[in-house]
């Protein structure tokens, strides 16, 4: 692909690299194995990267059958140059720290145009969530079945949470304190 950025295609290549499969098939299989925690995707965003995936080879039409007055159901397997890609992408997303972009740092880089009791009110309640996902998440991340392996993004999630409940319960304290400053400035302001 001309571009590593839609970790869908990533994911597509990794699942065909085990065996050929049907996009549905594809599809069905990263939601059972839970990577739409991952990974955002519908039915329909499979479709078309396997289409993007075919038309850069790095995928292979292997097998097209029809059962009755069904359509047609092509079956698709990753090509060498679909590997070699999967390698080099992986290597590049686990070797290589990058800068993201989450919704919540944009947040409070603008956090000042609210009111600081607002934002203590909207952090508390992001906090009680933030708890209760980490429930959740630490009872997948102790799974074992099939192997522990395949739950480190689980792992690395409960890190990140735990992360973010540690930051937000600090933030909440700071507040307190810039209160009078920060509610002064927001009145001048608005």
Partial sequence: MSSRKNLLGLAVLAYLSQRPM???????????HGDDRSIKFTHGSVYMVVEQLLKAGLIAEQETTREGQRPERTVYGITPDGRAELQAWLRDLVGVPRHEYPAFGSALSLVSALHPDVVVELLRERLERLREE??????LAEGTEPHPLFLVEEVYRLGLLDAEIAFVERFIER?????PMWAGYHEQNS
Wanted: a positive charge; aromatic letters at 10%; charged letters at 35%.
């Fill in 175 to 179: 507040i307190a304190e810039w209160r």
């Fill in 134 to 139: 980490r429930v959740t998440t630490a009872k």
């Fill in 22 to 32: 049907h996009p549905y098939e594809l599809s069905k299989t990263l939601r059972e």
